[in-house]
């Protein structure tokens, strides 16, 4: 045996069979927890800020437009014989980024199941950062859809890339924190990144408007996080921050899961079996519905705050309860799940009520006086759809194997994501702001239902084929030598779902 890093051309789980053979191995407690502490140290805190990156460069969108972006790229137009304003172009600046990542996420799945990760993730981000900070120089409305839609289009590939090496490094168990993990970045870069706007908002003098430094400095923090991109080896068989024997317990660590190790080859047969698997649209559904109301905060949030009777400046800041709730929310029901298996789908549900709780409490409050709370309250619970979308990616990555299903799976669940962000700005009618915006929280209390039944229909499913399974009777000693076969999750009888 040797823990040398291997040709990527080479099928990693046939290098795995080589190097582990078909049986356990025994694995020293102490020297598995060391490996884990050192993939976590290594990928968890720039996956944090990576996706966190990915999140603000949308969000911005919505504090720039209270601080001049709207005047100046006319997003806003106001009817001259009914006086009312028409955001439909800033609808679609937000809705046409999510058409790119749409067009964007299946390509970049290929590239990033069939070379190695680190030089088609690099590169893209590298790209992604370019274009962000290009924003600052697009004078029309026309340009900034172009611009946005290119945006959409490079930054696909994160979303897709984190679920994949999330469910290549780690066990089943530790999957639902370290998938909630990254993806809380979303709430702690609403955080991080208000806090920005709100000091680049201060700015009035300069070569540059607000919103302009805003982007540019996106940009550059997106460039940094290219960098490290580079790093990112292919597989735990090749993780250079590990040593040889280390290498060798990170992948035995994997047997027990049996969701297999990545593989570079595509095969037809598990996009096939995908195709055809209810468990993996039934995932993609919530994770649609569930993510309206993203399209909706990320474009439009820092706006409806201000019409609930708030300067703009202090709309910035009631994102901060927003994103600690999401943030906050994740990384608790990322931790409960790994302690308790099977509580992913319930805690799912759970979380889907404040929301709905948090749309009706907007919609029916009182709007414009005397610096209304209820409004502020209930925009402050929508931050649970943190906790569901986070739990919709964990289940997504837990409950499949097969590595060209596992990317299936992944970009399915991706294109949800972006179909649900595609239609949220879509309920934003500025025409019935003085009504409160009935069609947007009517429309989002339905997705919201919707996510609830799909959960209920998927958990019985699963349940109903896991406890068919625990009746074959197998033999436990062929459960080792089925783990680096690559087999999805229906040719394998000894793999369980998580519920």
Not at 144 to 165: D, H, W
Request: proline residues 4%; contains cysteine; neutral net charge.
């Amino acid at each position: 045996m040797n823990g040398e890093s291997h040709d990527e051309k080479t099928s990693t789980p046939a290098v795995a069979n080589d190097l582990m053979g078909m049986e356990a191995c025994s694995v020293d407690p102490e020297v598995a927890k060391r490996v884990l502490r050192k993939i976590d140290t290594f990928l968890m805190p720039a996956m944090v800020i990576g996706y966190g990156l990915v999140y603000y460069d949308k969000a911005i969108l919505g504090s720039a437009a209270l601080f001049g972006m709207t005047l100046d790229l006319q997003l806003a137009v106001v009817n001259p014989e009914t006086g009312k304003t028409d955001t439909s172009r800033l609808s679609w600046a937000t809705s046409i980024f999510y058409f790119g990542q749409l067009v964007g996420s299946y390509p970049m799945t290929y590239a990033l199941q069939h070379f190695n990760t680190r030089f088609v993730l690099g590169p893209a981000v590298m790209v992604w950062a370019l274009i962000c900070a290009a924003t600052a120089g697009v004078s029309t409305w026309q340009g900034l859809l172009v611009q946005r839609f290119f945006l959409g289009f490079t930054e696909s590939i994160v979303p897709t890339a984190f679920m994949t090496i999330v469910s290549g490094y780690y066990t089943q168990p530790e999957q639902s924190l370290r998938q909630t993990f990254w993806f809380s970045g979303t709430g702690w870069f609403t955080i991080v990144g208000s806090a920005l706007n709100y000091g680049f908002a201060q700015i009035t003098s300069g070569a540059l408007r607000p919103w302009q430094y805003i982007y540019v400095l996106a940009g550059a923090l997106t460039f940094l996080f290219g960098i490290w991109c580079f790093a990112l080896p292919n597989s735990p068989l090749d993780a250079w921050f590990l040593t040889p024997e280390e290498r060798l317990v990170a992948v035995e660590r994997l047997r027990a899961g049996q969701t297999g190790l990545r593989n570079q080859e595509i095969k037809t047969a598990q996009i096939r079996e995908a195709l055809c698997d209810s468990k993996v649209w039934l995932v993609a559904l919530i994770m649609g519905s569930a993510y309206t109301v993203n399209g909706a905060v990320s474009g439009f949030g820092p706006l409806i705050v201000s019409t609930f009777g708030y300067s703009p400046l202090e709309s910035i800041l009631f994102q901060f309860p927003l994103g600690a709730i999401s943030g906050v929310g994740m990384l608790l029901t990322g931790w409960l799940c790994s302690r308790q298996r099977d509580l992913r789908i319930a805690s799912l549900v759970l979380c889907c009520l404040p929301v709905i709780a948090g749309y009706v409490l907007i919609w029916k409050s009182s709007w414009g006086h005397h610096r209304p709370v209820a409004p502020v309250a209930g925009y402050s619970l929508i931050g649970f759809f943190g906790p569901v979308v986070g739990l919709a990616v964990s289940l997504g990555a837990g409950n499949v194997a097969g590595a060209t299903k596992r990317s299936f799976m992944a970009a399915a669940v991706f294109v949800a994501y972006c179909v649900g962000n595609i239609v949220g700005p879509q309920l934003v009618r500025s025409e019935t702001k003085a009504q409160h915006y009935p069609g947007l929280w009517t429309g989002l209390i339905v997705f919201y239902v919707v996510t609830i039944l799909a959960a209920c229909v998927l958990y019985a499913i699963l349940f109903r084929e896991n406890k068919r399974r625990e009746q074959l009777g197998l033999d436990e000693q062929e459960k080792d030598r089925n783990a680096f076969k690559d087999l999805t999750d229906k040719e394998n009888p000894y793999f369980r779902y998580v519920l």
